[in-house]
């Protein structure tokens, strides 16, 4: 199986994949109005980024045998939560953020209410692009990935996760109070992304099952590895402010943990995500190479 593994080119996959992404999410925008609306959202859907989220989604449909292009529309609205999530969470009245993938936040050139707006809009623009601009695929499916985004973008997921997130700042916080911050905040929605994405493939509740457990695993994963970038990268790189934590007085993994175990609880976790996908060695190739990708990233 590693041979296997090895031979894959995840960086030609992933240059791909993005590449696939990034021309949906430029399709997926216009032309509404008012003109100012349209240019907030661009602004920031299209400012670049990972696009784990999306690429995520497109290759858990891949895994479940489904065809990729049937599931653009759905890894589109998975980007675009996400995107209205950190405009939001950039805000002054949440975590008062000025630099965001690389260039002032959105409400630093829109102003405040625009920002807001443009992440509504976003937001229920995602609903439209599973409801309405998905083609051939069984309408309970799509209501089943309609109900996953519902759960994910509201209470039980990212707003529930930023309250306590927000309550918490400036206090003593236990391990278990953030992983609850982070598995709603962050792992909610990279577990909606293979959900939806092997939904759109036609996923058993087998392979649903094994995606959970891969998807809580990458989930606090990836979390970790962002509280360690804050403390070890520089803002250039990373493309948002680094050393946020510390000045907003925030608990993270390496407060708690200290920076190598926080790193080896990070590859612990995703040893474990990449585990539940064993039955599956040659389909899950990419998602394997993304969750060893989560614990080497630099950004
Ligand atoms: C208004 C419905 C509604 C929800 C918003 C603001 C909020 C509730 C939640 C905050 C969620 C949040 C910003 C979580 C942080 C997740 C995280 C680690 C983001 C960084 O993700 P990357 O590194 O970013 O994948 P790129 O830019 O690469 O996409």
């Known amino acids: 199986m590693q041979e296997a593994i090895a031979s894959f080119d995840f960086a030609d996959y992933l240059e791909k994949a993005r590449a696939r992404v990034e021309d949906a999410l430029d399709a997926s925008l216009g032309p509404e109005k008012p003109e100012k609306l349209r240019e907030s959202m661009r602004y920031s859907l299209l400012a670049g980024g990972k696009r784990l989220r999306p690429i995520l989604c497109l290759a858990a449909c891949e895994l479940a045998g489904g065809e990729v292009e049937k599931a653009l529309p759905t890894a589109v609205a998975l980007e675009m939560i996400h995107t209205m999530s950190l405009i939001h969470d950039d805000l002054p009245s949440m975590d008062n953020d000025d630099l965001r993938r690389g260039r002032p ?9 625009v920002a807001i707006l443009a992440g509504d809009a976003l937001l229920t623009r995602a609903f439209e692009m599973v409801a309405i601009r998905t083609k051939g ?26 309250v306590v997130d927000l309550d918490c700042e400036g206090k003593e916080v236990d391990l278990e109070t953030l992983e609850y911050i982070h598995l709603h905040k962050t792992g909610a ?12 493939g036609g996923a058993d509740e087998n392979l649903l099952e094994a995606l959970s457990v891969y998807a809580k695993g990458i989930g606090l994963a990836f979390q970790i590895i962002d509280d360690i970038l804050d403390v070890t990268a520089s803002s250039e790189v990373l493309g948002k402010t680094a050393g ?8 993270t993994y390496p407060k708690l943990l200290g920076l190598e175990e926080s790193r080896r609880r990070a590859e612990l976790l995703v040893a474990k995500a990449k585990n539940a ?5 040659e389909q899950s190739k990419p998602l394997l190479a993304l969750a060893d990708y989560i614990t080497s990233r630099d950004r």
Request: net charge positive; with cysteine.
């Open 105 to 113: 936040t959105n409400h630093k050139v829109y102003g405040d209410a």
């Open 137 to 162: 695929i069984p309408s309970e499916r799509l209501l089943k990935i309609v109900g996953e985004l519902s759960l994910v973008a509201g209470a039980p997921g990212l707003v529930g996760g930023q």
């Open 189 to 200: 929605l990279l577990k909606a992304c293979v959900t939806c994405g092997a939904l759109i």
């Open 244 to 251: 946020k934590d510390l000045i907003a007085d925030k608990t």
């Open 277 to 281: 996908l064993n039955p599956w060695p």
